[in-house]
């Protein structure tokens, strides 16, 4: 590469890391507003409500372990992978929905509410490098860097949900 | 310009006022001293004839940032932490001192909704939610010289309780019940008011607080119960909105 | 930071390209600018309706009322009153101060200022624009939908925000619309940091970065970091509006569900960031200003960037100041009072080292020096007038009082406010090619100046005297009825003051015809854009210029023969003339 190649990708990894901050910001401000709720609710999870499905999140993490890792040898793996999580995203958020833990659930669902508010956020930022990795073309680098952070930011997601 | 506060009426106002009176001369004496100076630059060291170059300093010498850095510290510690100290000792001295265990105050039950007042008070046998309690709309009646312990929820928006006379006010929120006190020393009817904007009807969000002597006081509570007693409905929804006081905070 | 190497990249020439979806910085910025000013006049004739309503509640608004209020018969109705300073507030923040400074000025200056050729990411910085543009669209849709625009206030506090408060699609466009302009200001944070970083002209260190630059790198920051909070506040309330989940709301009954406070701790904490995100680009372009005008380098410039970095490091902590009323703890409650109160050291050294900077200078009273004095005055009233409003006892009292909105109108809007028609007075020339009309400048100033103080300090004296904000009709209150000639005399000189502006519309669109044709260099003045023709070329610098030494070398001895006070950035002087000091590198 140029030198002038070089200082441009250098510069677009610097405005990743900006952009990355800002996100990294954006699920922290939501992750916070969960420890709030959380800790001001007399019981948790709230009394009444259905168990969380951990197992079936689970897979989903799975899934995108193996889209983060397969990214940098098989792109179209990691695609389909990546489109694979966020078909489990959504029959997950059908289920939640059907065993009471959505928004008609009432307060004993807030759980589950938290839980659909960050995930899809979570899931608009999986698509968006989706569509980066279908028109970056050359910047593997770069999209695997966001891919890597969005996988760590689901784990954060997860972790604190199911396991904390 | 005279600026008229609301007459105080309140045993602890003249804290506020105290606090305002403070901060009015603190940043007055600061802000007239900085003016001074930036009005004598401007008319001192005006470019004109004789006068076409600056002084070529960066204001970056040690003594020059000693000077800052001093005026700053002076300002600091005579405003700020002057005010600090006093508003710390005012609020855990006294704002803050809630009258839990004085048998002489009357508490007060604050509900607010869109766009109303109702003030509970516990009648003769000293419980929330029977046929005893006192609740009137929009009028708190209060006696001088005891502590009136009030706490606050709200059936839909938050809301604030103004009261200009005694100089506080305390929002009142659902999901969550808040708390202040305040003590008349002079009878006499002032207005109370909602601080927070609450939708379209805020401003008429609007009711007095009464002070009575301690006679007119009783003759009026005697009054009040046996209109309450006669008004006493279980099944009404403003009968929902006393809570326990020892438990519900 | 080495320099661009290859040819140069060409203009392009189509309409679309040029003046529409450009990638170009300086149009991007000219953009912003011209609808930041469309909306600030938006958000001026809404304070001017609100004003009218305060001096005359319930009489019909004249000729304009029967085609803004028709169904009321010209009457401002509790509605339409609720809703105006609700879009006034909205419109005034987010649509007109943040396109004005940060994105107008951000963009057209931060290149130029820094020697680069465009921004790091011309397309994304197309985008911004365009982002922003779309937002705007989504907030004017809500005036045309059932029940109306959004009423729940500019801080739309739950639950009056949520479905229980605000049933109408208004409010809900107005959740979109907030998100869009903060993924507006993100996409620009990410491309102002990375330019500042990356792009900077050989030799630019960062203590040779003009106040300016440093000013809009900082709000920079702060955007990317405390935008997203507010996103997540947004997020949350709009799956409470649309999808019925309970967040932020809450049953009579403590501990039940959701809580209301909590959006309030989201928004404050990218609420208080945001005065600073608004002020600092005001602080670095008046820094910069008062040492050009007074022909003298900036008094302590690195005193001067330490206390933006000091400001910007408190920013977030300090938010609590907002809630004081809510019922914090004892602990919070005292630790904000506190934390508040630490912020006015790295202020205060602000403003010393602006009068440290005036005092010895040789002061030209041109146009954007008279109102970036106008703000200096404004700044140190709005905030010395915020110590009582960090001092929790005299907060019980002034609390949603006038004396909160006179305390930061004087900063968000007086100071904000002349600081930007300083910036007009002082580019226009680099952005236009002509210079804006003196004496239609000067009348501008004094019948802006005038009338802002009486507007504004008339409204701590209300909010002294106990009136709250956010009232239809003061009357009600028998108390407020002795106020009613203060607001009257208040709302005339807004009158005032909004037609003052009209001398500032008029000027502004003749003088891009007909104003005198600006050279390079009217100010004479060091920087880097002030190097390059009037306005610039499509590509900023012929050749990346070489840094040699600070922005503000006015009344340096070394140039005194060459026969002027300043030095450019660029200048590389031969031998110092012999008993003269070697200018030093650095400032």
Redesign the interface.
Known sequence: MSTAAVRRETDSAVGLLVFMGATAMLFAALLLAYAILRAQAPAWPPPGAPPFPRAAAGLNTLLLVAASLALRRWRAAAAALGVGFLAGQVVLWRHLIAIGLGPAGGHAALLGQIFLALSALHALHVAGGLVALALGGGKLRLIAMYWDFVLVVWVVLYAAVCWV | ?H????RDVSLDGH??DG??GY?TIA?GI??VA??G??LA??VL???RAG??????????RAR??AL??A???I??VA???T??V???R???GR??RYPDHDPAALRVEVTAR?WAWSFRTAGPDGRFGTPDDVVTLNELDVPVGRPVYLKL??????H?L?L?SY?????A???????AWFQAVEAGR??V????????????M?GWLVARDQADYQGWLARAETDSRLRFDPAAGSA??A?DWET?? | MDTETGPLPAAPTGFWRRYVFSTDHKVIGRQFLFLGLGFLAVGGIMAMLIRWQLARPGDPVPVVGRLFFHSAGGVISPPAYTALFTMHGTIMIFFAVTPILIGGFGNFLLPLLIGARDMAFPRLNMASYWTMAAATGVLCASFFVPLGPPQAGWTAYATLSTALGAPGVGQTLWVIAIYLNGASSVMGAVNYITTVLRLRAPGMTYLRLPLTVWGLFLTSILNALFVPVLGAAMVLLLFDRLFGTQFFTAGTTPGAGGDPILYQHLFWLFGHPEVYILILPAWGIVGDLLSFFARKPAFGYRVTVGALVGVVVLSAVVYGHHMFTTGLSPLLGESFMVLTMIISVPTALLVLNWLGTLWRGAIRFSVPMLFCLGMVFTFGVGGLTGLYLADVVADMYLHDTYFVVGHFHLIMAAALLLSLFAAVYFWYPKMFGRMLGERLGRWHFWLTFVPLNLVFMGQLVIGLEGMQRRLYDPSVYEAWRRLAPLNRSISHAAYLLGAAQLLFVWNFFVSLRRGRTAPANPWEVGTLEWSVPSPPPHHNFDTIPVVVRGPHELADPAARPLGRDWLSQTEVLDEPAPGLPVPRGRS
């Open positions: 310009m600026i008229v506060l609301p804290l506020v606090a305002i901060l940043t600061a802000f900085a003016l100076v930036f630059a401007l060291h005006r470019a006068r076409t170059w600056g002084q070529h300093t960066h204001g970056n020059d940032r800052t850095f005026i700053a510290l300002l600091f405003v700020d932490v005010l600090a006093r508003a710390t005012e609020l855990e704002f803050w869109q929820r709200s059936r839909d928006v938050v604030s103004y200009p100089r506080f006010k305390i929002d929120i659902p999901g969550s019940t808040t708390r002032t207005e008011g909602c601080a927070q904007h609450c939708g379209v009807g805020h401003t008429r609007r929902a909105d809570w519900g905070l």
